[in-house]
């Protein structure tokens, strides 16, 4: 990103998708872990339009520490958790993890130079909700904010129903029937396309790997990257083109 004068931020926005991401962020609380001085304040002027609540932490340790405080003094978590790799004390890697002991389902955006990029496997596995590199384009991390939290709003909302799990663009899984629902209309789906769905929503936000998936839909050794891509693709017309995403050489993940 970059320099700008703060009094100016919001020119550096498409006024449309900012309005559209602060309708949704904007009760929301946040904590950025970055260790460069200039990258976090630059970044964190942003943040601090977008959200109620914003705390920094300038390595994992502190950052850890905020987070169990944060926790005491209002008896829940941050809804959202941007953090730098390459930190000292607490890497972004172990933060993670602490986190994770904590609080399994707390949203992480991992934030990294392009050279860092080896942690990724271990960070996606971990359930991880997104990979960015420095440095940021603006727009693109409007829509990962946006997409990442609408999810947390719409996670926090489902609680009525507790047998439908929301997917994404008015589908719903109904985890009692195996059944997918659009907008209340029931989708057919085959009895691989439903192993595969299960999967992909137990794992959330993590990769499904390929093995996983294999042993999961079938019972032999002839299963193939070959064999498992058309029923992928079945399932990606029925859910939505942009639903599932390939992690080369690993697997997929359902967006939610």
Known sequence: MTNYDKSNILLYFNMTDFNQVFTITKNLSILFVEDDKAFREETSDILETLFSTIDIAVDGREALDKYTTFYKNNNKYYDLIISDIRMPFLDG??????????NKTQPIIIVSAHNESEY?????????????????NIDNFLDV???????????????QNTTLINISNNFTW????????YKKEIITLSHKEILLLKLFIKNKSKVSIYDEIFNTLWEDDY?????????????????????????????YRLIF
């Open 93 to 102: 890697v172990n933060l993670t993890k602490e986190i994770y002991k904590l």
């Open 145 to 159: 904010i946006y997409n990442c939290t609408k999810k947390i709003n719409t996670n926090s909302n489902s609680g």
């Open 174 to 181: 109904d985890i009692n029937k195996d059944i997918l629902l």
């Open 223 to 251: 299963a193939s990257a070959q064999s498992l891509k058309p029923i992928v693709s079945r399932l990606r017309k029925k859910l939505s083109e942009n639903s599932i995403e390939s992690i080369s050489k690993l697997g």
């Open 120 to 136: 990724l496997l271990d960070l996606i596995n971990m359930g991880i909700e997104q990979f960015l590199t420095k440095p940021l």
